[in-house]
């Protein structure tokens, strides 16, 4: 099947500074992604559709312009955590669907510690 | 997108039969049921989705009722790897996770 990576797997940074996470659809282009993120114990919680060449679509709650998402190829999403506190310390999945099935592939996630 | 309601947590005999349950009354005409997996801290995987007919893939089955208001995931012979929380989602574009079935097989 398809394949979307992520980077970096962890990172761990200190509060008040910004961490940038990158998705890739590494064999698929995407034009559309989504950015998840969960806590422990906890399910799945959409922040916002990535759209290539376009501004990302952000879920009610989230913050924009905290977490900066760039769709600037049909391969690759970045979100970019600003600011970070502690309280942003989360699992952070990206997913992309695959055009012409209804199947969407998920990253392996980026697990983020800020202290 | 419309809710799903699925047990917390189920436990299965290795070797055996998992059947997870799950209900959507308010599915409308043109949503899919899609089913994924989530193994701990890894990214979910897909398993099967559906529409109206029963389907089968070389994961899992998946049984939707008639009138569409449930469906149930069976893996035929589930072993230790299955071990996963299990999420049933109905969705027309986006996907919206629930709180999903925690499945552990018991060896």
């Known amino acids: 099947g398809a394949v979307v990576s992520q980077h970096p797997s962890r990172v761990i940074c200190k509060s008040g500074t910004s961490v940038k996470i990158e998705c890739r659809s590494l064999?698929?282009?995407?034009?559309?992604m989504f950015w998840y993120r969960q806590f422990p114990k906890k399910s799945l919680m959409l922040m916002a559709t990535s759209n290539e060449g376009s501004k990302a679509t952000y879920e009610q709650g989230v913050e924009k312009d905290k977490f900066l998402i760039n769709h600037a190829s049909l391969t690759l999403s970045t979100l970019t955590v600003t600011s970070a506190h502690p309280e942003d310390s989360s699992f952070y999945i990206c997913s992309a669907p695959l055009a012409e099935s209804y199947e969407q592939y998920f990253g392996p996630g980026t697990r983020l510690t800020v202290t | 997108d419309a809710k799903t309601t699925q047990p917390p947590s189920m436990d299965c005999a290795e070797g055996r039969a998992a059947n997870l349950p799950c209900n959507h009354s308010?599915?409308?005409?043109?949503?899919?049921v899609y089913w994924y997996r989530q193994i701990h801290s890894q990214g979910p995987q897909y398993i099967i989705h559906?529409?109206?007919n029963n389907e089968t893939n070389e994961m899992a089955s998946l049984i939707i009722t008639e009138d569409r208001k449930s469906s149930t995931l069976i893996l035929p012979h589930a072993t230790l790897r299955d071990t996963a929380v299990y999420y049933c989602i109905v969705r027309d574009e986006k996907l919206t996770f629930g709180t999903g079935t925690r499945l552990t097989i018991i060896p």
């Open positions: 064999d698929f282009q995407a034009t559309t």
């Open positions: 559906g529409l109206k």
């Open positions: 308010t599915i409308s005409g043109n949503e899919y």
